[in-house]
Nanobody, 127 residues
Framework: QEQLVESGGGSVQAGDSLRLSCTASARTFYNEHIGWFRQAPGRDREFVAAISRGGLSTRYADSVRGRFTISRGNARNTVDLQMNSLKPEDTAVYYC????????????????????WGQGTQVTVSS
């Protein structure tokens, strides 16, 4: 089974920006929705953002809306997560996964609907 590949994590100060990338095979990239999730120490993995396979529909968690932007880089089969105005509470391991499930007309935000998880990339935001 395919495993997506995350990259771009790092350690930054509060208020800084980071750009994460999720690389998929062409088959997955063009046929499935891609979502970003994160898991902080001692907490469950939570939804961050998702984008439809065509790139026309997105969904964001309330905690990141207006600060994070998810987009598709068609030339590279990647889905990027631009993270601005980072906060210490954004500190987590960030994962991407793929899904074919739609909820209320947009990609599902439910972890159980995603698969092909990558190994994750660490994002640390210090105050």
């Amino acid at each position: 089974q395919e495993q997506l590949v995350e990259s771009g994590g790092g350690s930054v100060q509060a208020g800084d920006s980071l750009r994460l990338s999720c690389t998929a095979s062409a088959r997955t990239f063009y046929n499935e929705h891609i979502g970003w999730f994160r898991q902080a120490p001692g907490r469950d993995r939570e939804f961050v953002a998702a984008i439809s396979r065509g790139g026309l529909s997105t969904r964001y968690a309330d905690s990141v809306r207006g600060r994070f932007t998810i987009s598709r880089g068609n030339a590279r089969n990647t889905v990027d997560l631009q993270m601005n105005s980072l906060k210490p509470e954004d500190t987590a391991v960030y994962y991407c996964g793929s899904s074919t499930v739609v909820f209320n007309g947009r990609p599902t935000p439910l972890e159980r609907d995603f698969h092909s998880w990558g190994q994750g990339t660490q994002v640390t935001v210090s105050s």
